[in-house]
């Protein structure tokens, strides 16, 4: 019932968007979600140390996320990442809880290069991945994420994959992730140029 009403709420979230008070909106429908100054609007979750360095959302010990307010259905979300070799990291979205978020009850653009096979980085885990599986450590990359019924695009440097999936409903949170590597208490992620625009 909590979720059906969630759900059912969903278009008036989005339908205010680009009022929302972390960004600005008006290029085409985009709004800047980080604005390079603070993480006002996102939400923490789980004890990653989340902050601002260098203008740069960086995390590099705990579990945890941060998380939009509002839930989104179909959207386009571009965002840039760093990650060192032992990051894990990833760009959760349709998370049916705000507070509660693993892949059980998410869809996860995953940022994880150590990671076993399959659905390393560049993968939507349980959905789609792409071949040969690309690796992100020590520089800049970009996602574009793409949304919409049951499709999943994810673009990683310009390399697409895609693929259907309705495992889960078609609307809910977005949230950017940190967690341990491989090995505990390493791995750091930083993001830059987050924006998303409703479709």
């Given at each position: 019932?909590?979720?059906?009403?969630?759900v059912?709420?969903?278009?008036?979230?989005?339908?205010?968007?680009?009022?929302?008070?972390?960004?600005?909106?008006g290029?085409d429908?985009?709004?800047?979600?980080?604005?390079?100054?603070?993480?006002?609007?996102?939400?923490?979750?789980?004890?990653?140390?989340?902050?601002?360095?260098?203008?740069?959302?960086?995390?590099?010990?705990?579990?945890?996320?941060?998380?939009?307010?509002q839930?989104?259905?179909?959207?386009?979300?571009?965002?840039?990442?760093?990650?060192?070799?032992?990051?894990?990291?990833?760009?959760?979205?349709?998370?049916?809880?705000?507070?509660?978020?693993?892949?059980?009850?998410?869809?996860?653009?995953?940022?994880?290069?150590?990671?076993?096979?399959?659905?390393?980085?560049?993968?939507?885990?349980?959905?789609?991945?792409?071949?040969?599986?690309?690796l992100?450590?020590?520089?800049?990359?970009?996602?574009?994420?793409?949304?919409?019924?049951?499709r999943?695009t994810l673009?990683?440097?310009?390399?697409?994959?895609?693929?259907?999936?309705?495992?889960?409903?078609?609307?809910?949170?977005?949230?950017?992730?940190?967690?341990?590597?491989?090995?505990?208490?390493?791995?750091?992620?930083?993001?830059?140029?987050?924006?998303?625009r409703?479709?």
């Amino acid at each position: 019932m909590k979720f059906r009403t969630m759900v059912a709420g969903a278009a008036v979230a989005l339908a205010g968007c680009a009022g929302m008070h972390m960004g600005s909106g008006g290029h085409d429908g985009w709004v800047t979600v980080y604005d390079g100054k603070s993480l006002e609007g996102w939400n923490p979750v789980g004890d990653a140390n989340w902050r601002i360095e260098d203008g740069l959302v960086v995390a590099d010990k705990g579990d945890g996320f941060i998380v939009l307010p509002q839930p989104y259905k179909d959207f386009e979300m571009r965002i840039e990442f760093w990650a060192d070799g032992d990051a894990n990291s990833g760009i959760y979205y349709r998370c049916t809880s705000a507070t509660a978020l693993n892949n059980d009850v998410c869809y996860e653009a995953n940022i994880f290069d150590k990671r076993p096979q399959p659905y390393g980085t560049g993968a939507i885990i349980g959905v789609t991945e792409i071949k040969p599986r690309p690796l992100a450590a020590n520089r800049w990359n970009t996602y574009v994420l793409t949304v919409k019924g049951d499709r999943h695009t994810l673009v990683m440097n310009g390399v697409k994959t895609e693929a259907t999936d309705a495992k889960r409903p078609n609307a809910g949170y977005v949230a950017l992730q940190r967690r341990d590597g491989v090995e505990k208490g390493k791995g750091t992620i930083k993001f830059r140029k987050a924006e998303i625009r409703p479709l």
